[in-house]
């Protein structure tokens, strides 16, 4: 266990022997719903699964930005994880040979008019426009028409690239179910 977690687990502990209220604050600080901190620990028992290499303060910072731009564009969690799993198996540094970036391989062409702070590499920016563009696919085209056209673009060719995002979507939802 990680000294971060060993510290938040012993505030966490002295608030609730104590009584205190900082406890109701720290979940707010957080940022994190009762839902998905339900399955917070499955997302990051996944990136470790994925990216034996990822720090804790990856870890960290990915989690934290899948459950905020999940939340900010209204998709699951667990389907950002999902894509997340197919376009880059958790790997922040991955680039693709047509030269999309990051965890959710995001092409810089499509970021650059989104006015997102940072580059599109680093990770909350990668995570916030990978779902800023999956979150308006799906309000365009419907769930299915909207996760394929995050891969093939407006000329979706084929369901491999669905299949593939919902058998690991999947696979989360029946990790968090047991």
Request: glycine letters at 8%; proline letters at 4%; hydrophobic letters at 45%.
């Amino acid at each position: 266990m990680t000294r971060t977690r060993v510290v938040l687990l012993a505030f966490v502990a002295l608030c609730l022997l104590s009584g205190s209220a900082p406890l109701r604050s720290l979940e707010g600080d957080l940022g994190l719903s009762a839902a998905a901190r339900d399955v917070s620990g499955d997302v990051v028992r996944r990136l470790e699964q994925l990216n034996p290499d990822l720090t804790e303060a990856q870890l960290d910072r990915i989690r934290a930005a899948i459950f905020r731009y999940s939340d900010k564009y209204a998709l699951d969690p667990l389907l950002v994880m999902a894509v997340i799993e197919v376009e880059s198996a958790a790997r922040p540094w991955a680039r693709s040979p047509k030269g999309a970036l990051g965890l959710m391989q995001v092409m810089p062409y499509m970021v650059n008019p989104m006015g997102l702070a940072g580059n599109p590499s680093t990770i909350e920016t990668n995570i916030e426009a990978g779902c800023m563009i999956l979150a308006d696919n799906i309000r365009r085209l419907g769930e299915s028409d909207g996760i394929s056209a995050y891969f093939w673009g407006s000329d979706i060719r084929g369901v491999t690239y669905l299949n593939r995002v919902r058998a690991a979507q999947s696979r989360l939802e029946s990790e968090v179910r047991s």
